[in-house]
Nanobody, 128 residues
């Protein structure tokens, strides 16, 4: 099973940017569907966007459209979430996830239950 690891979280100012990375030790993620989620304290995980095996990106959350971008960095064997124009409301724990291995190149939508492999999460805090 892939062990996903998120990195790049931290503190950013409103209007600023952060880049999160999702990697898997010993594996390339080139053709694997990777989704990004976030979770507020006491809330369900919210699906943000997903990149499929053909490199098509689907953005699930209207709140991040035009601000967040998902892409692959093959050189770093990573999938990145570029977050721009950050707002205080973006403060959350961010996770990357993959779907079931039998459909691992396909993005199965924004619902958490459609993904069964998760990283440990990385905290993003947007504050002045």
């Amino acid at each position: 099973q892939l062990q996903l690891v998120e990195s790049g979280g931290g503190l950013a100012q409103p209007g600023g940017s952060l880049r999160l990375s999702c990697t898997a030790s010993g594996f390339t993620l080139d053709y694997i569907a990777i989704a990004w989620f976030r979770q507020y304290p006491g809330k369900e995980r919210e699906g943000l966007a997903c990149i499929n095996g053909r490199q098509d990106v689907t953005v699930f959350a209207d709140s991040v459209k035009g601000r967040f971008t998902v892409s692959r960095d093959s050189a770093k064997k990573a999938v990145t979430l570029e977050m721009n124009s950050l707002e205080a409301e973006d403060t959350a724990i961010y996770y990357c996830a993959t779907p079931d291995i039998q459909k691992i190149t396909i993005c199965p939508g924004p619902r958490r239950e459609n993904y069964n492999n998760w990283g440990q999460g990385t905290q993003v805090t947007v504050s002045s």
